[in-house]
Nanobody, 116 residues
Framework: QVQLVESGGGLVQAGDSLRLSCAAS????????MGWYRQAPGKQRGLVAQ???????YYTDSVKGRFTILTNNVMNTVTLQMNNLKPEDTADYYC??????????WGQGTQVVVSS
């Protein structure tokens, strides 16, 4: 199994930056993809960014140019650097680790609130 612990959420103003971190433990060698999802009140959880073990990345359109996802060589940490935050970025952010088998693990989430 894989355990995930997020940190770094908080309350910021529009235009500010914030860095989210996710620490993975357990069977991290089985992880092939790590990503960040977010869920705003009343909305479905959606993918924000993800990174594969080979370094390939994906960003949803609304965060391109503002967010950067990074991981290390052993893929036991993933960070999401969020710049120029907007009120619409307000959500609970969740880290997800996906094994080669396709099975996914979720962290407990961290809240990001961006005031205008």
């Amino acid at each position: 199994q894989v355990q995930l612990v997020e940190s770094g959420g908080g309350l910021v103003q529009a235009g500010d930056s914030l860095r989210l971190s996710c620490a993975a433990s357990g069977r991290t060698r089985s992880i092939s993809v790590m990503g960040w999802y977010r869920q705003a009140p009343g909305k479905q959880r959606g993918l924000v960014a993800q990174i594969g073990r080979g370094g390939n990345t994906y960003y949803t359109d609304s965060v391109k140019g503002r967010f950067t996802i990074l991981t290390n060589n052993v893929m036991n940490t993933v960070t999401l650097q969020m710049n120029n935050l907007k009120p619409e970025d307000t959500a609970d952010y969740y880290c997800k680790a996906i094994e080669v088998s396709g099975y996914g693990y979720w962290g407990q989430g961290t809240q990001v609130v961006v005031s205008s």
